[in-house]
């Protein structure tokens, strides 16, 4: 990809500021844990993958100036670090998975000397970007077998670079299928209330000469019977064990839509999104977003000061309406208590 979305730099973290797109492409360095814990939370950084790399970064921060001698004083400051973190955004698995993953790695090298610890928790962090780096790539090649020459396929919100640390996941599949020379055409729904559909995944599929369309959330129903959609592929947040799928609010109208009309509708995440504690959908946290979001998200009032808002920004699909989940691994299918399980163990 031609940008970079979060990344180390210089002992602390540069990421594109995604709340200025596609207006404004600005670089913003967080060199302390408030300002990447609201990064994550303001959706300067965002997309379940990139909000995992941003917390294992802000693991590193937390912990790069500690003057502790000792591995117990270190890990009592790693532990406020981690925890704090947490609190950032609720839903998307990855935040905690990395936030674990950071954890075993300073407690499997609790025998080096601080300066080395350190090190070797950057490194784990780097590896995770390496490694999502990888998946996206894989879940493009897996993915884009879905895909026949002249589909045009509906996506929600924005599952691509920006949303990972490189080349996206749903996005991944278009990405892929684009540079393997398959004529594709893309519709992507707008996404209130904060419209990455409409500001960040045009901006990408335009930039890989992806022809795209932008529509209003409430179109894609008559965009659908009209016969112009061919299938549906968007991302996820969270996966439960028998495949119900947390995703960007309004995916699961469009799972609805898509059943309605039998189109079949494919989710795409690396195996980091799915949550075997996590028997469905229905324990899975959705966050709560503030009301002006909803009344005021772009500096103009659109509803009457001191309406009542309920602005929850992620919904559930239930699994029975999925038609697969595209993984690096591969292509699951239902049943998805076994093929996913399956899946993670190969
Ligand atoms: O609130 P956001 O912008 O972080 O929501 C993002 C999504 O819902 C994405 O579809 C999901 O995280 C997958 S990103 C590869």
Redesign the pocket.
């Known amino acids: 990809m031609a940008f970079s979305t979060i990344e180390w730099d210089d002992n602390r973290i540069k990421l594109i500021d995604q709340t200025l797109l596609p207006n404004e492409f600005k670089h913003i360095y967080c060199d302390d844990l408030p300002s990447i814990w609201e990064a994550i939370k303001s959706?300067r950084v965002?997309?379940?993958?990139?909000?995992g790399i941003a917390a294992a970064l802000g693991t590193v921060l937390g912990i790069w100036n500690s003057d502790a001698e000792t591995y117990d004083a270190f890990e009592t400051e790693l532990k406020s670090a981690t925890e704090y973190l947490a609190t950032s955004?609720p839903t998307?698995v990855n935040l905690f998975w990395a936030l674990d993953r950071m954890t075993q790695t300073a407690e499997q090298n609790k025998h080096l000397p601080i300066p080395e610890l350190k090190q070797a928790l950057l490194t784990e962090a780097e590896t995770i970007i390496e490694e999502d780096k990888a998946m996206c790539r894989a879940i493009g090649q897996h993915g884009m077998t879905l895909l026949n020459e002249n589909d045009t396929i509906l996506t929600?919100?924005?599952?691509?670079g920006l949303?990972?640390s490189d080349y996206?996941?749903?996005l991944a599949v278009m990405f892929s299928a684009h540079e393997a020379g398959k004529q594709i055409k893309v519709f992507a729904d707008e996404t209130r209330p904060?419209l990455?559909g409409a500001r960040l995944t045009t901006w990408e599929l335009m930039q890989a000469g992806i022809d795209v369309t932008l529509i209003c959330d409430n179109m894609a129903a008559q965009v659908m019977k009209e016969g112009k959609i061919q299938c549906v592929v968007?991302?996820?947040?969270r996966i439960a064990a028998n495949g119900d799928t947390a995703?960007?609010i309004g995916?699961y109208n469009v799972a609805i839509l898509a059943e309605a009309h039998g189109i079949p509708f494919y989710v795409?995440?690396p195996t980091s999104?799915l949550d075997f504690a996590l028997e469905t959908g229905a324990e899975i946290p959705i966050?709560q977003r503030a009301a002006e979001e909803v009344t005021e998200g772009f500096g103009k009032l659109t509803a009457p000061k001191g309406v009542k808002v309920y602005s929850p920004?992620?919904d559930v699909t239930p699994a029975s309406m999925v038609t697969a989940i595209i993984t690096e691994k591969g292509v699951a299918r239902p049943p998805f208590t076994e093929s996913l399980k399956a899946m993670q163990n190969a």
């Open positions: 959706l965002r997309g379940a993958p990139a909000i955004r998307a929600h919100c924005n599952a691509g949303a990972t996206g996941t749903a904060l990455q968007v991302g996820a947040d995703n960007k995916t795409a995440a999104t966050e920004a992620f």
